[in-house]
């Protein structure tokens, strides 16, 4: 279990981020209070760019970005341990050969001295029924299986905070239904990106980006709503 943050909060006071010369995020204020929390927008508005301010992998040209008491600027190296990322493409994130090797690595991460990290390895896959895979080779598992061993990773590091940035690409529906009942587990904060919905319907909120500014914010049957309609009624334009 992670444990609880005092300030349990991600807060952004006008943020403003510039990638190749041009405004991605603009004055962006934000509070994200609640557990689970969806982004939508199309695409480059600036959902994932947003999400890597939150564990330092990319810093705000303007304004400030706390989470959970720690300022973006100020405790960037402590950052990753408070935000776990989980990415859509999983060989991105996995960089040792066996899954036990991964998991390890996470621990290691963690703090734990490398010995009892590698000790811990298999009890850490067994807590998610997966302890036959430690010795597994990674390139030998499907797309959802390395997604489950990315997650297994960033969990065993008991961040307060989990960012998924479109994980469900890649992944067929009966392995994406799994993944969306294991988060609807996690003790953590969620932060999901997803093209897919339907993801969001339990969700607590839904902020709409749109060209790096909050195009609408509240409850997800509202917003999706409402983006659905503005899919629908550009979708009879043809690209410029
Ligand atoms: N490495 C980069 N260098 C320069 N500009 C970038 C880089 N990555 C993204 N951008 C620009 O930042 C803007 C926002 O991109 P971002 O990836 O945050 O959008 P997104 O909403 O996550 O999009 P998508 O749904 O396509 O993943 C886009 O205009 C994009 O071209």
Redesign the pocket.
């Known amino acids: 279990m992670p444990s609880p943050s005092p300030d349990p909060l991600i807060r952004l006071d006008k943020v403003t981020l510039r990638?190749?010369g041009?405004v991605?995020l603009d004055a962006l204020s934000l509070e994200l209070a609640e557990k689970r929390i969806g982004l939508i927008?199309?695409?480059?508005?600036?959902?994932?760019?947003?999400v890597?301010l939150f564990n330092g992998l990319l810093s705000a040209d303007e304004g400030r970005v706390v989470v959970h008491g720690l300022d973006a600027t100020d405790k960037a190296a402590e950052l990753p341990r408070k935000v776990g990322f989980i990415f859509q493409n999983p060989d991105h994130q996995i960089i040792f050969p066996t899954v036990a090797e991964e998991v390890a690595f996470s621990l290691e991460q963690a703090g734990r001295p490398r010995r009892e990290a590698a000790r811990e390895a298999v009890p850490a896959l067994a807590r998610f029924g997966r302890a036959h895979w430690a010795e597994r080779p990674v390139h030998t598992l499907s797309e959802g299986e390395k997604q489950l061993v990315c997650i297994i990773a960033v969990l065993v590091m008991e961040p307060a905070v989990l960012v998924f940035?479109?994980p469900f690409s890649s992944l067929d529906l009966p392995t994406r239904r799994r993944l969306e009942a294991l988060i609807a587990t996690l003790p953590q904060q969620v932060v999901m990106?997803a093209?897919e919905l339907d993801a969001f319907a339990a969700y607590d909120r839904v902020i709409w980006?749109d060209e790096?500014r909050v195009r609408m914010d509240g409850p997800p049957d509202a917003v999706v709503g409402a983006y659905r309609a503005f899919a629908e009624a550009v979708s009879a334009e043809p690209f410029a």
Do not use: M, P, Q
């Open positions: 990638r190749g041009r991605v927008g199309t695409n480059g508005s600036g959902k994932s760019s947003l890597r940035d479109e990106i093209h980006l790096g």
